[in-house]
């Protein structure tokens, strides 16, 4: 399997992707007032803002997962159903990391959810660590809502 940039045409694929992980990582433990506004819509405008900031895996149009990076922050990492326990998350993960790299960012951190013990497992055993909890501000079609959220850190090797 091979990485590789997202194209224009997987956002539908993408955003059903992310949607269906979303709800089944996070609709039980987040608010209700933050869960209405995570709508497939929500999400393909999301991954159509930022694709040149996403990468998959799969083949085009059949994406097995994604993961898109803003900044120094691990902006959101997903992976169908299907393909979890198969290594593709870590592939991810470790291209992520790497193009952050290349960009010059030497601390990478992301916010995972309260709650998301099984994300919490997977990056721990990734090399990230627990720095704490932090309120993550996120861009609703309401405004911003605040999300308190556990903040995972990792110092990443040069490029």
């Given amino acids: ?24 990582a996070h609709a039980a433990i987040l608010p209700p007032a933050l869960a209405r506004h995570r709508t497939l ?3 393909a405008e999301r ?5 040149p900031r996403v990468r998959t895996i799969g083949a085009l149009g059949q994406p097995l997962g994604f993961a898109m990076i803003k900044g120094d922050e691990m902006y959101q990492l997903y992976v169908g159903a299907a393909a979890r326990g198969s290594g593709v998350a870590a592939m991810l993960l ?11 960012v030497s601390r990478a951190w992301l916010a995972c959810a309260i709650g998301n013990e099984r994300a919490a497992r997977f990056y721990t055993r990734q090399g990230w660590t627990l ?3 932090m309120i993550n501000r996120l861009d609703t079609p309401a405004g911003i809502f605040d999300l308190e959220v556990w903040r995972y850190e990792k110092t990443l090797a040069r490029a």
């Fill in 41 to 43: 819509a929500s999400f």
């Fill in 94 to 104: 470790a291209d992520a990391e790497a193009r952050q790299a290349r960009a010059g």
């Fill in 47 to 51: 991954l159509a803002d930022g694709l």
């Fill in 131 to 133: 720095a704490g909890n």
């Fill in 1 to 24: 399997m091979r990485i590789r940039q997202a194209e224009p045409s997987e956002i539908e694929a993408l955003a059903r992707l992310w949607h269906d992980g979303w709800q089944d």
